[in-house]
C-alpha cells in the first residue's frame, strides 16, 4: 500500500455502494487506504503488496488507475474489478465492494468447551476476578472514634476472612495470598463518609482484583446485589471472540465474536510486525482498530444482557505473543529477529481503560494470561489451563490451528509444546479460490447420492471461494476418492476422473474443475485444485 507523489491537493469523492456512503479523499491517494479509513474493513491479506488479488472492488463508474503489478485476469478488469491496494485516485469514482473483499460478515466460533454452554450452572471452581462483598460496620461513637477509612478496611478484611479466604484456600493450587492487598483510590475515600451514613454503616462493596490486590471500585449504601461482570478476550490474529462471565458463579452470560481489524493491514503475523515497525504510526494503528473492535464487542455483549458498561469490572484478554503486544502497545519487531526474544510474555495489571477500552467499568482491572515463550502464547496457557490436561495422568495433545499452529504435548508431570506458521491458507489466502468462513464460502464438500460430487455453502449462497474447513474437507475426499495423492498431486490425466470431476491442463498445470465457471458468481471465476 505505497503512496503515490505526483498528484496534489484536489478532493475527491469515493462512493461505496451499497452502503452509499461518501468519501472524501485527496487525489492520489490510494483506494485500500481511503476504504480502511472509512472503516471498511477489507481483506487486504498480503498487506497491500498486490500478490493476494484478496482487496478487489468493482469500478460502476469513474476511472482509477491501477499501478503495475496486477494479477487479476483480463475478463475481471473488464469487468470493472481492481485490486484497491494497487489503485489511486484520481477523480471521483463509485464502486461497490464485493462481500468476499470483505472482511465483515465471517462466521466466528465463540464456543466449543461443553462445561461452559451450561449457562446459569455453577461453574469450575477459580479465584475469581472480582468480589462482591457486604460490609457491616460498627458506628463511631466517643469510645469507638476510628477514622472511616480504617474502619472501613477492617470491615471489609473482617468479611474476607469470614467468606472469600475460606473459598479460595479450597481451591487447587490455588495461589492467592491469604489476605489480599487493599486498595481503596482516592475517588471512593471522598465518596466514603457520605455513604457510610447513607446505608447507616451498611454497605456493599464490588472489588476488582489484579495479581495480588483487591481495588474497591465501588462503595453502595446498604446491602444491594449489583452485577459483577468479567470480560474474556480472545485476540487471535483473525478473529477476536469475547465472553461476558458473571464473575461469583463462573458462568459465561452471553459470548460475541468478530474478525480482527488488523486484517486490513495483513493477513499473517509477519505482515503485521512489519506494518506497526515500518509504518509511521503503525503500532498504534494496530492497537487502536483490535482496543476498538473489543469494545464493540463488550458493547453488544452488555446490550444483550441489559447491564452498564460499569457492571464489567475484570477483562481478561489471551492472545499469541504479536497480538498480545500490539494490543498494550508494545514494540513486536524483535520477534522476527534474531534471536526472536519478546519484550514480555506476562504483563502486570493494570487499568482497562488506560488501554482505551471505553465499555467497561472506569476502574476495572486488565489482566493478561501469561504466555510462555516467544511463540507460546497466552492463548495457548489458556487452552491448557481450560482442558485441564496438565492434571491428568493420560498423555494428551492439546493442537490451536489459527493463522498460527501451536501444539501442547504432556500430562501431570511434564509439557512440551511447539509452535509453527500455519499460514494464513485456512482463511483463503494464498489460495487462488480461497476465501474466510463467510456467507458463500463453500464449507465442506461431499459425495451426493447420484455419485457426484456436492458441496455445502455457508449462507445457502451461491458459491463464491472455499474457506478453510471447505479446503481439509475436500483434499481428505480427493484422496479418499483416488483423485489425488496424499502430497497433492493429481493421479487422473483423463478428461472425466471419479465424481463426474474434469481434469484439464491448466496455465499453472493439471486443474481439477470443481464447479463450472457458469455456476460461479461473476467475479470469482473457477473453482480449481491444482496438480
Ligand atoms: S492484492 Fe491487495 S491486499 Fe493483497
Known sequence: MTERLGY??????VSVLPEKLHIRADEGENLLKVL????FGINASCAGKGTCGKCLVRVLSGS????????????????GFVESCLAFLTGDVTLEIPAASRLKGQKTLTSGC??????????????????????????????????????????????????IQPEISALPECSCPDLPRLQIPLEMIRELPEVLRDGDFHVTVRL?????EHTVIDIFPGLTHPPLLGLAVDIGTTTLAAALVDLPTGAVLAREGTYNPQASYGSDIISRIIYAEETPGGLETLRKCVVDAIDGLAAQLLARVGHPASAICSVVIAGNTVMTGIFYGIPVKWLRLEPYVPAAVALPAMRARETGLRFVHEMATLLSVPGVSSYIGGDITSGVLVTEMDRKDELSLFIDIGTNGELVLGHSEWLVSCSCSAGPAFEGSGIRCGMRAMDGAIDSFFVDPSGKLGCRVIGDSAPSGICGSGLMSLLALLVREGITDRAGNILRKEDESPLGLKVREGPEGLEIVLIPDNELPQQQGQAQAQG
Open 8 to 13: 496534489t491537493g484536489m478532493n475527491v469523492t
Open 36 to 39: 480502511t479509513r472509512a472503516g
Open 64 to 79: 482509477v488507475p491501477r499501478a503495475e503489478g496486477s494479477r487479476i485476469s483480463q475478463t475481471m478488469r473488464e469487468h
Open 114 to 163: 461443553p462445561a461452559e454452554e451450561d449457562h446459569g450452572a455453577k461453574q469450575k471452581p477459580c479465584c475469581p476476578a472480582g468480589q462482591v462483598l457486604h460490609v457491616t460496620l460498627a458506628p463511631p461513637c466517643p469510645d469507638n472514634p476510628l477514622n472511616d477509612l480504617d474502619r472501613f478496611k477492617a470491615g471489609i478484611m473482617a468479611e474476607y476472612r469470614k467468606r
Open 208 to 212: 476488582a482484583s489484579g495479581e495480588q
